[in-house]
């Protein structure tokens, strides 16, 4: 509380000011309640720091410490955002995998004008550019439609994949041999390609090597 009429600091000058009468009558802000618990590891059930390298499971939407993972890489790995993968209990789901979803799923329809013309030229070169967004989270997707249109080559962009044994294990399509050029030391981006068994091919990593700063195979 202040005086209502304001105090000249010297008799001779313009300069005033208010005289505090009453101080400490205001109650400080309480902040939160309490703190949020940090949320719990699955396999040391310890808490995950937002500071610490963690892997973040894209089904279950849980944390894990990257230490805990078995993955012995974990360089690229930053702590300040999670990495994403898809965790050992949530791949061991049975209903999680293709063959069950896509008796969930109706994927049929009445009148597929693609898939009739992928028949009535069989014998050419079926080549088809998918913008992944994240290989990991539509991988589903992507096996569902390579099983109806049964695609020759699968061009990929925005795989957003990384040097991972188990995520590259996870994203293998039976009858297909694959090939990444990831981006492992920033996020995003990616490009990969699934070319059928029967055809044959040569990569030429020449090519990749001479021009290191384009994503392509």
């Not at 109806?148 to 041999?177: A, C």
């Not at 070319?195 to 020449?206: A, L, P, Q, T, Y």
Request: charged letters at 25%; a positive charge; one cysteine or more.
């Amino acid at each position: 509380q202040r005086t209502n009429s304001r105090i000249l600091y010297y008799p001779n000058c313009s300069a005033t000011f208010q005289l505090l009468l009453r101080a400490g009558d205001i109650a400080l802000n309480p902040g939160p309640s309490s703190r949020t618990p940090a949320p719990v590891c699955l396999q040391c059930l310890r808490g995950v720091r937002c500071n610490e390298k963690r892997f973040f499971c894209v089904v279950c939407k849980d944390l894990t410490h990257a230490r805990c993972t078995g993955i012995t890489n974990t360089n690229y790995i930053k702590t300040t955002q999670p990495e994403e993968w898809t965790c050992p209990k949530c791949l061991s789901i049975a209903f999680l995998r293709p063959e069950y979803l896509a008796r969930l799923f109706d994927t049929t329809l009445a009148e597929d004008l693609h898939l009739e013309a992928l028949k009535q030229n069989s014998k050419q070169l079926t080549v088809v550019h998918i913008n992944t967004q994240s290989m990991i989270s539509t991988f589903d997707n992507l096996l569902l439609a390579v099983d109806r249109y049964k695609f020759d080559v699968i061009i990929m962009s925005e795989t957003w994949l990384k040097e991972n044994h188990l995520l590259l294990q996870y994203v293998t399509i039976p009858g297909y041999t694959h090939a990444f050029n990831k981006r492992d030391k920033k996020g995003g981006g990616g490009v990969g390609v699934y070319i059928k068994d029967s055809i044959m091919f040569k990569r030429r990593s020449d090519i990749e090597k001479r021009y290191p700063t384009l994503e392509h195979l």
